[in-house]
């Protein structure tokens, strides 16, 4: 009987299962977020902050960096997504890899800084798969191999 009064003990003692985490704005002193975005070799720091759209990008204007239709329309998904086209301003720097992976980069970049900035868009962004870091990276070559998997070419003399 000793140890069913224990059990009991230890059943009203045990604390709850902990909650979801829970996300806060994070805003810094000039009322911006920031977030880093990551794909294949191109590393982008995002600034957003409430303003009429400006969108530029290492200096530049957006449509001046990124001149291909498909790279911008890569870059305003997750506004898109968010519903939120043309109410921040953009400030992005970013560095490394190709046009392609800076595009992919900043959409990272940017669906993680409108998650620090208004929190409750998480959902929405996780599920379109914005936030995951695309960790496809370019496979390396190895010894005795022309490339990556390509040998070299056989001759039987």
Known sequence: MASLQDLKDVA?????APEAPRYEKKVDKLGRAYATGKRKDA????????????????GRALDVYFARPVLRMILQQPLVIANRVGQYDLMVSVAGGGLSGQAGAVRHGLAK????????LRPALKKEGFLTRDSRVVERKKYGRAKARRSFQFSKR
Do not use: C, D, Q, Y
């Open 12 to 16: 009203a003692t045990a604390t709850a």
């Open 113 to 120: 800084a409108l998650t620090n900035f208004e929190p409750e």
């Open 43 to 58: 590393v982008a720091r995002v600034w957003i902050k409430p303003g009429s759209g400006k969108m530029t990008v290492n």
